[in-house]
């Protein structure tokens, strides 16, 4: 093993940089030429790279998003694309490739297998957490401290007006961050994949109305909902229209958006990276196509397909204390 490359690919998530500087720093300490590839699977297209060196990632485990840039590349869903990305790892006696990402990252891996001989290792990084074969992906922890945070500051105002705030939060297509921030942040509702899908929306909506206007009968404060990105039709404005037509309830709407994948990765995110990325290395010498995780507080090694396709569900335990605690309020 004398040469890895190495990209951060697709959203950017904190604790990519802390990735980033463990990889090198393990790469030096076994004599290991480190590339770094800019914009993801773009730089390899493009032959972009920067040599990663001890002093340049020294200073950089604090920092948010990542000196290596990131992007999607739409060259990869065709074989012309990979082949081209295949024949710079080749061109620079490449031994393995580590991709700092998430699904689509990886997926972009899988593509990359039958043209190119190296080692594939992944490390998973998004604050979705939708990743399988990892209790966390890196990002994640960060995200979650960012959105509670901001509700926090959102609740003052509800309770100041005694309103009702819909509050979008990311996750793609999972309920990760919207069960965590949600209970976190004491919501009176969470509304997510897991307990809102288009067969039973008319039931939720119901539910919430009548939550709604319970509450108002017997406290006076503000009622927040946690709402989970690409659940409701017309999002978190298509359910502020359902309430105001439905039962004349007026309500504030917040997309937190981005500001959840910036910001300064926190300790947990920068300790998670730091273990993959050395994980990494080592793997890389005698694994291919496999993601390293943390299950259990063990570092775990696993094949890149079941992280991606084995679906990986928010904890039954957050489900049913976000259930025991709507019974209680």
Same mark, same amino acid.
């Given at each position: ?46 032959? +972009?790279?920067? +040599?990663?060196?001890?002093?340049l990632v020294a200073p950089i485990i604090q920092l948010g ?20 990305? !295949? ?15 998430? &699904? ?17 290792i992944g490390i998973p990084a998004t604050i979705d957490n939708d990743l399988a074969c990892t ?10 401290? *960012? ?14 007006? /005694? ?9 793609? %297509? ?45 406290? %006076? ?6 709402? !989970? ?7 978190? %404005? ?6 105001? +037509? ?28 730091? /273990?993959?990325?050395? +994980? ?15 299950? %259990? ?17 928010? &904890? ?12 209680? *309020?």
């Amino acid at each position: 093993m004398k040469r890895i490359a190495l990209i951060t690919s697709g959203g950017d998530a904190p604790g990519m940089n802390a990735a980033i500087r463990s990889i090198v720093l393990a790469c030096h300490e076994q004599n290991i030429q480190c590339l770094g590839f800019f914009h993801g699977y773009n730089g390899l297209m493009l032959d +972009e790279f920067k +040599e990663l060196t001890v002093d340049l990632v020294a200073p950089i485990i604090q920092l948010g998003g990542t000196i290596l840039k990131s992007a999607r590349c739409k060259e990869m869903h065709n074989n012309e694309g990979v082949e081209q990305v !295949a024949g710079t790892l080749t061109r620079h006696n490449i031994d393995a490739l580590i991709v700092v990402g998430g &699904d689509g990252s990886f997926r972009g891996m899988m593509a990359l297998q039958p043209y190119w001989h190296g080692h594939l290792i992944g490390i998973p990084a998004t604050i979705d957490n939708d990743l399988a074969c990892t209790d966390k992906t890196i990002g994640f922890a960060t995200a979650v401290s *960012t959105a509670t945070h901001a509700i926090d500051k959102i609740r003052d105002t509800a309770n100041a007006f /005694e309103r009702v705030f819909i509050v979008e939060v990311m996750g793609r %297509h999972s309920g990760h961050i919207a069960f965590n921030v949600g209970l976190a942040t004491g919501a009176e509702a969470i509304l997510s994949f897991e307990n809102c899908d288009s067969t039973n929306l008319e039931q939720v909506k119901a539910d919430l109305i009548n939550q709604i206007q319970s509450q108002r009968q017997h406290n %006076h404060s503000g009622f927040v909902i946690v709402l !989970a990105e690409n659940l409701w039709p017309g999002g978190p %404005h298509g359910l502020q229209a359902a309430l105001r +037509e439905t039962a004349n309830i007026e309500s504030a709407v917040c997309v937190l958006g981005y500001i959840q994948r910036g910001g300064n990765p926190c300790p947990e995110d920068r300790i998670l990276a730091t /273990e993959l990325g050395i +994980e990494a290395v080592r793997a890389a010498k005698n694994r291919s196509g496999i993601m390293v995780g943390k299950v %259990h507080g063990q570092i775990s090694t696993n094949c890149i397909i079941r992280a991606t396709e084995q679906s990986k569900p928010v &904890d039954q335990a957050l489900r049913l204390a976000y259930h025991q605690i709507c019974q209680l *309020t």
